[in-house]
């Protein structure tokens, strides 16, 4: 796909943004404290994607009629914070710093401006968009070594997401990395998921306890696990809402699987209120602990999810 760049996207009107790209299913808009968002309608789907941290915070296809991404109530809308809900990025590390506890958790790639660089259509109709984080200074004290990160996002029936890591330096580098995704679902009590049978997992609600998965997956309260050497798809049955989500992946060794339960939720500030953490449960495509991944010199490491809805 060919790129075209654009110049100043932090100055850049919404109708400037627009323009440049001139795409008939996007347009660019921008809310009361500065933060600007890509809206995308197109015939198979609708989706709502947040320059900073390209963070995509909303995607339903058509035919559903629930969205397929939780975005909380509650939420923050404000420039250097994460949004709660939806897809956030999490790199170069995943979870707390390896060595400086003072840095984000997760990583700076979410709260770092994105630019817009090209948009375009498929074949089947569905609706690519690049973009490329840009290397503030934050982020330069952060990692300090060069880097491109890009996103590939095509947004249709499915929803397919694809992280490039492109390592600048004279050496090589490690990163951590996950699609911190948000799944909407009916209630967390009435969800199974399947796909991680056998599959040995770190229980980080009980100091990182390691254990074999034996069954399928059902939940109650806090659940937080992260599933090592796993790379084959997951599938959240939801009964409450007739569906199936399919969760695929390539270039992730990782899955992380997260509910907060009341008692985190409700301490958490921005998950929304009451039972509203019942709504979500995160299924999350990663390379994380034992997974990161070494990228050497003058080499791009690909890494990409795709979403997709069944009928139950």
Same mark, same amino acid.
């Given at each position: 796909?060919?790129?075209?760049?654009?110049?100043?996207?932090?100055?850049?009107?919404?109708?400037?943004?627009?323009?440049?790209?001139?795409?008939?299913?996007?347009?660019?808009?921008?809310?009361?404290?500065?933060?600007?968002?890509?809206?995308?309608?197109?015939?198979?789907?609708?989706?709502?994607?947040?320059?900073?941290?390209?963070?995509?915070?909303?995607?339903?296809?058509?035919?559903?009629?629930?969205?397929?991404?939780?975005?909380?109530?509650?939420?923050?809308?404000?420039?250097?914070?994460?949004?709660?809900?939806?897809?956030?990025?999490?790199?170069?590390? @995943?979870?707390?710093?390896?060595?400086?506890?003072?840095?984000?958790?997760?990583? @700076?790639?979410?709260?770092?401006?994105?630019?817009?660089?090209?948009?375009?259509?498929?074949?089947?109709?569905?609706?690519?968009?690049?973009?490329? !984080?840009?290397?503030?200074?934050?982020?330069?004290?952060?990692?300090?070594?060069?880097?491109?990160?890009?996103?590939?996002?095509?947004?249709?029936?499915?929803?397919?997401?694809?992280?490039?890591?492109?390592?600048?330096?004279?050496?090589?580098?490690?990163?951590?990395?996950?699609?911190?995704?948000?799944?909407?679902?009916?209630?967390?009590?009435?969800?199974?998921?399947?796909?991680?049978?056998?599959?040995?997992?770190?229980?980080?609600?009980?100091?990182?306890?390691?254990?074999?998965?034996?069954?399928?997956?059902?939940?109650?309260?806090?659940?937080?696990?992260?599933?090592?050497?796993?790379?084959?798809?997951?599938?959240?049955?939801?009964?409450?809402?007739?569906?199936?989500?399919?969760?695929?992946?390539?270039?992730?060794?990782?899955?992380?699987?997260?509910?907060?339960?009341?008692?985190?939720?409700?301490? !958490?500030?921005?998950?929304?209120?009451?039972?509203?953490?019942?709504?979500?449960?995160?299924?999350?495509?990663?390379?994380?602990?034992?997974?990161?991944?070494?990228?050497?010199?003058?080499?791009?490491?690909?890494?990409?999810?795709?979403?997709?809805?069944?009928?139950?």
């Amino acid at each position: 796909m060919a790129t075209k760049s654009i110049d100043n996207m932090l100055l850049a009107t919404p109708v400037n943004l627009t323009n440049a790209v001139a795409h008939p299913h996007i347009k660019i808009t921008e809310d009361e404290n500065g933060l600007q968002y890509i809206e995308v309608d197109n015939p198979s789907a609708t989706a709502k994607i947040a320059l900073q941290g390209a963070h995509i915070m909303h995607w339903q296809p058509k035919k559903e009629k629930h969205p397929v991404l939780w975005l909380s109530d509650h939420a923050r809308y404000v420039k250097g914070r994460s949004i709660r809900g939806g897809v956030p990025i999490c790199w170069p590390w @995943f979870g707390a710093h390896p060595t400086d506890s003072s840095l984000c958790p997760h990583g @700076f790639a979410r709260v770092i401006p994105w630019q817009l660089i090209d948009a375009d259509s498929t074949y089947s109709g569905a609706t690519r968009i690049a973009l490329q !984080m840009i290397q503030t200074p934050e982020a330069d004290r952060q990692l300090s070594y060069p880097y491109v990160l890009t996103l590939m996002l095509t947004i249709g029936r499915r929803l397919k997401i694809d992280l490039a890591t492109t390592n600048k330096a004279a050496h090589p580098f490690m990163i951590g990395e996950a699609f911190h995704t948000y799944f909407h679902i009916s209630d967390i009590e009435k969800i199974r998921i399947t796909g991680l049978q056998e599959c040995l997992y770190a229980d980080k609600v009980r100091q990182y306890e390691r254990h074999v998965e034996h069954g399928l997956l059902k939940f109650g309260g806090e659940f937080d696990r992260v599933y090592l050497n796993h790379s084959a798809d997951c599938i959240i049955h939801d009964a409450g809402f007739d569906r199936l989500i399919r969760v695929s992946k390539s270039g992730s060794n990782t899955t992380v699987v997260w509910t907060p339960g009341a008692e985190k939720a409700h301490a !958490m500030g921005d998950m929304g209120e009451g039972d509203e953490w019942r709504k979500m449960v995160c299924v999350e495509s990663a390379n994380a602990m034992e997974n990161s991944v070494v990228i050497n010199p003058n080499r791009t490491h690909n890494f990409s999810a795709e979403y997709n809805v069944e009928t139950l």
